[in-house]
């Protein structure tokens, strides 16, 4: 547990016994963290969020507003989160029926970005720097650098860690108009080329 010195958080956030809550990391407006949960190192925790016991975040994810965490969710580093974006955790949840032995487990790797108003059906990982589109609903797994949008969410091409839309050539290679850097699409993956 760190001290109030360590990070920020507004006076209307709920900060629950047990969190592990990162230097450098500030929490917003009515804003409530359950016990148990994990976040890293400067992360940005938006207006109105949620983030239920057990879950992880990495270091730098950034949550804006009106989002709702639920246990079984993994954040890698880096990962941002669109306003109103949704997780869900069960796969047919009843009100009258107590599923919390079922919750399913939602990996979001490093880089990722999910837009505002996206939902991501529980048990699904989305892959390093992986572009999903506002109101995307994903019903599968998301390739790493794939930039996925629709309902339900279709692949429409490849994005680089800088979110710039990739166009490989007949050689199966591209580059980042803004960084620079080079990607190989092979065998319906992209990888960054390191020098």
Request: hydrophobic fraction near 40%; aromatic fraction near 8%; include cysteine.
């Amino acid at each position: 547990m760190l001290t109030e010195k360590e990070y920020f958080a507004h006076e209307t956030a709920v900060i629950d016994d047990g969190c592990f809550i990162g230097k450098g990391t500030k929490i917003w407006h009515f804003s409530h963290l359950m016990s148990r949960c994990k976040l890293g190192e400067n992360c940005n925790i938006g207006q109105n969020v949620v983030v239920s016991p057990d879950v992880v975040l990495g270091k730098n994810v950034k949550v804006q507003n009106n989002v709702s965490i639920y246990t079984g969710v993994i954040c890698e580093d880096d990962v941002f989160l669109g306003p109103s974006m949704v997780f869900t955790n069960v796969i047919n949840p009843r009100s009258a029926i107590n599923r919390k032995s079922e919750y399913a487990r939602t990996l979001v790797k490093k880089g990722a970005t999910i837009g505002a108003n996206a939902t991501i059906i529980c048990g699904h990982d989305i892959g390093e720097f992986a572009f999903i589109g506002a109101g995307a609903v994903i019903t599968k797994e998301v390739l790493p650098y794939a930039l996925v949008v629709g309902n339900p969410a279709r692949q429409m091409g490849w994005m680089s860690e800088y979110g710039q839309r990739l166009h490989f050539n007949d050689n199966g290679l591209a580059q980042c108009i803004e960084s620079k850097e080079m990607y190989k699409l092979e065998n319906g993956r992209v990888k960054k080329i390191v020098p």
